[in-house]
């Protein structure tokens, strides 16, 4: 299993940035994880996708995000992180860390909480 924290959630105003930390209780580099990623969830709405990084370094990400954050990850520090610029009120939510691995399974986060006010 893996554990995971996230932090750096708060208020911003619109145009602000924030740059959110997941750290894993276990390595992220070795086999079994195959990619970290964020998600966000407001309020009566699912849980999409904001962006990822496979071990092979390759990241995907929302259109929405797009050119706004940037997904990275510290293989050494066992840690993923989201830098987001430029944000807007839409972003508000809250926002979790994934870490999926090679067998199928999800592990999350309990979140933090992304603010931005217009």
């Known amino acids: 299993q893996v554990q995971l924290v996230e932090s750096g959630g708060g208020l911003v105003q619109a145009g602000g940035s924030l740059k959110l930390t997941c750290v894993a209780s276990?390595?992220?580099?070795?086999?079994?994880?195959?990619?970290m990623g964020w998600y966000r969830q407001a309020p009566e709405n699912q849980r999409d996708l904001v962006a990822i990084?496979?071990?092979?370094?390759?990241?995907e990400y929302a259109n929405s995000v797009k050119g706004r954050f940037t997904i990275s990850r510290d293989n050494a520090e066992n840690t993923v992180a989201l830098r987001m610029n430029i944000l807007k009120a839409e972003d508000t939510a809250l926002y979790f860390c994934?870490?999926?691995?090679?067998?199928?399974?999800?592990?999350w986060g309990q979140g933090t909480q992304v603010t931005v006010s217009s």
């Open positions: 994934k870490a999926h691995d090679t067998r199928g399974f999800d592990y």
């Open positions: 990084v496979y071990a092979s370094g390759t990241t």
């Open positions: 276990k390595s992220i580099s070795g086999i079994g994880i195959n990619y």
